[in-house]
């Protein structure tokens, strides 16, 4: 299908013979800065259908291999932001000044042209030049009108073309000699951002001959916005912004950078109206991620007090995560809950203090690996006094978070490193179900406090009878939560076990009342072999699964033969028993995947306990007539109430009953 497509793509005459295989649409982001005529700025951004970005993909790799770039243009080098801010801070290290170039809308002024006349040179075959030429002319325009200027920013091709585009000047501007004969300028680029590196003495004629360099391209430097290492030049300030980072005597650091912008981004997602979880989700694809790629490509030297800084981040992160959960806990113990991989109860997050020392270490092996590959000269005694002030073992790694979440991953899968015993909400909370604020505070507070050591009521709060010992078990009320518990897990295990184990509900409707708690819930075929599960839920899982064992231990078929029957049992404390776990993994039931539906399981049922409460109350003030303040449940609740029909009943009965007593009112 693919190979169709791209061929019918390939072989369009024109862009308008095929118009449907080039949809696309524009997406602009705001710039969060003025115009030239003092308007909001926005980048126009082209955002494609999925078929002709993976084609595009494909095509760049040819033009790769074709199209010239200087290896000083970082933009297709691997860990390029890194290895371009390393060599600019080398330069002034060594007593050199950097000159950054700011070019007005460099992608919109291209000429088409200079693009065609490039891909001619580098020997672009014709097929793919005029396939090329046909998309960026027509990149905007509905009715296909052949635009003459512009190449689309998003496209996979935008790239490598722009880099072909502008290699003259990198390579003019590295050509250059003195009268002497000597070079005394290089550029060093990442894509359209160029910083040209020269002697404090050629600064005037560096700015000069580039800005003549850029004129000859038809591009316009935009000298308002240029930056320079030397006081004396531009803004005067003698700071350039590289990449995000800035260089220079007076340049504050990455760090400082980041966290002033933390707080900022924080308060934006924080006044979002959607549930708690939806917000912990935000927070950490979001906010973290915004953070936590600083000492990978921070190339300030390593030392105590800038791995401070980045500890500070932490501790402000864990501010942030704070005011979502609510828990009154220490920072120390939010930090652990946030570091610590998900099978180990915590959420697994890359925090940029606590993972300081590592990513510096692969930060140094990447920079190592492009010397030695390149030749590019750095004295070996300094890499090696770096090397030393991190007591972190030297690893390979292309790259650090995709390798940390790997290692993550291996250690979930390794069942020595489970410990079943311990609560692993991070599962849930990060997850694909949604879930009301109710549930979200109930594993929160599982997380930092124990729920079951809360003092025990004198009466019970659904049913207004006296809790006395055993009343769990006898409460009709909780029963109810508990059956809806049990029935949702039984639901999710036949659901998961249907087409490969022929999984079928045994239970009459799948409803395990009281009268029937000792018999199984799910029957499943294990080559050829008939096996029965039977769930429960409960406090103590060691004991219950041992009178489980006790029940089911004579168990006989019709013919006598014995019942092969294995206790799933759920703890109310987030847990699974390990017996059960590691029989569920063999029948190649994913971890992350039980231990999800666990916490799913067991917080929602505190949703549907407050509903219970809530109904109660409003049958009360109705009955009594009396002005009496009633809590409300979650207004997120629906989301997660609606998920069966059982639980959609109940929320309609809800609805209803308030309805009829605000008509009465």
Known sequence: MFKQGFNQIHEAVTIKDKSKLYKSRVVYIDKHKLDSDGKQDYRPVQVQEALLSCYHSMLKRRLVSKIKINQNQFAITPSGILLAKHKLALAIEGGLVAIKF??????????????????????????????????????????????????????????????????????KTQAAKDQNGNSYKFALGFIDDMVVITTPDKIQQTINETIALYKEMHLEVNTEKCECTHPNFFNKSGIVNFLGQDFGKTAKPLAKQIT????????????LDIPNKDKLLLFCQCIVSACNYGPLIDVAEHCAENKQLYQEIDKQLMVDMEEILHSNASSDALQQFAFDFKCQGGLGIILP????????????????????????????????????????????????????RKEMKIQEKMSLQVDDTVPKPG?????????????????????????????????????????????????????????????????????????????????KDNDNRLEDRTKPDISIVVNGVQIYLDIGITWDLDKYYALKEQHYRDKKDQNGNP???????????????????????????????????????????????????????????????????????????????????????????????????????
């Open 102 to 171: 700011d070019v007005k809308r460099a992608f919109s002024s291209v000429r088409h042209e200079l693009i065609e006349k490039m891909l001619i040179e580098q020997g672009v075959s014709n097929i793919d030049s005029r396939y090329i030429m046909n998309q960026i002319k027509a990149r905007w325009s509905n009715n296909f009108h052949q635009l003459q200027v512009g190449i689309n920013q998003g496209c996979n091709l935008s790239t490598i073309l722009y880099c072909g585009f502008s290699n003259q000047i990198m390579e």
């Open 260 to 271: 002033d912008n933390l707080k900022k981004k924080f308060d934006g997602y924080a006044k």
């Open 353 to 404: 203090g606590a993972y300081y020392d590592q990513m510096k270490v692969d930060q140094i092996q990447k920079i190592d690996y492009y010397i030695r590959e390149n030749g590019d000269q750095i004295t070996k005694s300094k890499l090696e006094q770096i090397i030393g002030k991190i007591n972190t073992k030297m690893t390979k790694s292309k790259n650090f978070f995709r390798d940390t």
């Open 427 to 507: 599962y849930t909370l990060l997850g694909r179900r949604r879930m009301d604020n109710t549930a979200f505070q109930y594993m929160i507070n599982w997380v930092f406090n124990n729920v079951r050591d809360t003092p025990i009521p004198e009466i019970c709060e659904l049913c207004k009878k006296p809790y006395k010992e055993g009343h769990e078990q006898d409460c009709k009320k909780i029963n109810e939560l508990n059956i809806a518990a049990h029935d949702r897990f039984a639901n999710f295990l036949e659901r998961i076990l249907r087409k490969r184990y022929q999984a079928r509900k045994v239970c």
């Open 563 to 665: 019942l092969k029957i294995i206790p799933i049992i759920i703890g109310k404390n987030l847990t699974i028993h390990q017996k059960s776990r590691e029989f569920l993994e063999e029948l190649r039931v994913n971890f992350e995947t039980i231990y999800e539906e666990i916490g799913y399981m067991i917080s929602t049922s505190q949703t549907h306990r407050a509903e219970l409460m809530y109904r109660k109350k409003v049958v009360q003030r109705g009955e009594k007539h009396s002005e009496i303040d009633v809590e409300k449940p979650s207004a997120n609740r629906f989301a997660s109430l609606a998920d069966s029909d059982v639980q959609f009943k109940r929320l309609t009965t809800t609805v209803k009953s308030l309805i009829t007593f605000t008509k009465k009112e």
